[in-house]
Nanobody, 127 residues
Framework: QVQLVESGGGLVQAGGSLRLSCAAS????????MGWFRQTPGKEREFVAA????????SYTDSVKGRFTISRDNAKDTVFLQMNSLKPDDTAVYYC????????????????????WGQGTQVTVSS
C-alpha cells in the first residue's frame, strides 16, 4: 500500500526555521510529482509547494516564495520542505501529497489532483 509519512514539525519562534520530511513507500517514487499543502481550522487546504518527479521543476504559493524551498531525494524516496523566516501565519498542519507524473511541465496546485496523502505534521510559529 502507498504511504506517505511526514515528520519535522514542531514549535518555533518567528524568524526561525524548520525542515519537514516526507518519506514515501509502496510506489515508484521517481514517477510521482510531490506537493506540500497546509490547513488551519475553518479554512480550505492550501497549496504550498510542489516539485516534479525529476526535481527539475518547482512551484510555490506567493506567500512562501523566497522563504520556503521544496526538494527531493529520489534515491531515498523522500521529499523535503525547508522553511526559513517563519511567520505566525505559517502555523498550520502541513500535509505531503503525491500524484502520478503525466507531464514533467505541469505541477498541479489543486488538492483534488493528488492521489495519496500523509497524516500531516503540526507547525506552530510563535510571535
Amino acid at each position: 500500500q502507498v504511504q506517505l509519512v511526514e515528520s519535522g514539525g514542531g514549535l518555533v519562534q518567528a524568524g526561525g526555521s524548520l525542515r519537514l520530511s516526507c518519506a514515501a513507500s509502496g510506489l515508484t517514487f521517481s514517477m510521482y510529482h510531490m506537493g506540500w499543502f497546509r490547513q488551519t481550522p475553518g479554512k480550505e487546504r492550501e497549496f504550498v509547494a510542489a516539485i516534479s518527479s525529476s526535481g527539475g521543476s518547482t512551484s510555490y504559493t506567493d506567500s512562501v516564495k523566497g522563504r520556503f524551498t521544496i526538494s527531493r531525494d529520489n534515491a531515498k524516496d523522500t521529499v523535503f520542505l525547508q522553511m526559513n523566516s517563519l511567520k505566525p501565519d505559517d502555523t498550520a498542519v502541513y500535509y505531503c501529497a503525491a500524484t502520478h507524473s503525466w507531464s514533467e511541465d505541469y505541477l498541479s496546485t489543486r488538492s483534488s489532483n493528488y492521489d495519496t496523502w500523509g497524516q500531516g505534521t503540526q507547525v506552530t510559529v510563535s510571535s
